[in-house]
């Protein structure tokens, strides 16, 4: 069974940077089109970057510039790189993994196939 694991979460001001990372297991990593979404408190959960295929990325427009979503499929994990951060950024970041690659279209949630359990992500002001 596959799984999902976040770490790199933590608390910053506004303007600095984290990197997270998702690391895979029990998973043929190289089927897979990764993505990262966020989930802010009292909002919906909303996608922030993908692998739209093995190399073509997407990024939501609020993150367009400052983040970068990267793979290392050697290591089999999925980085995010968030550079000036905003508090608005605050929310739990979740990784998710999906065998549909090369839609042409954001994937909706229910085509990712797996999803990790979340790491949180605070931007003070």
């Known amino acids: 069974q596959g799984q999902l694991v976040e770490s790199g979460g933590g608390s910053v001001q506004a303007g600095g940077s984290l990197r997270l990372s998702c690391a895979a297991s029990g998973l043929t990593y190289s089927r897979y089109c990764m993505g990262w979404f966020r989930q802010a408190p009292g909002k919906e959960r909303e996608g922030v970057a993908a692998f739209d295929s093995d190399s073509s990325t997407s990024y939501a427009d609020s993150v367009k510039g400052r983040f970068t979503i990267s793979k290392d499929n050697a290591k089999n994990t999925l980085y995010l790189q968030m550079n000036s951060l905003k508090p608005e950024d605050t929310a739990v970041y979740y990784c998710?993994?999906?065998?549909?690659?090369?839609?042409?279209?954001?994937?909706?949630?229910?085509?990712?196939?797996?999803w990790g359990q979340g790491t949180q992500v605070t931007v003070s002001s």
């Open positions: 998710a993994a999906s065998l549909w690659c090369g839609l042409g279209r954001p994937r909706r949630e229910d085509e990712y196939n797996y």
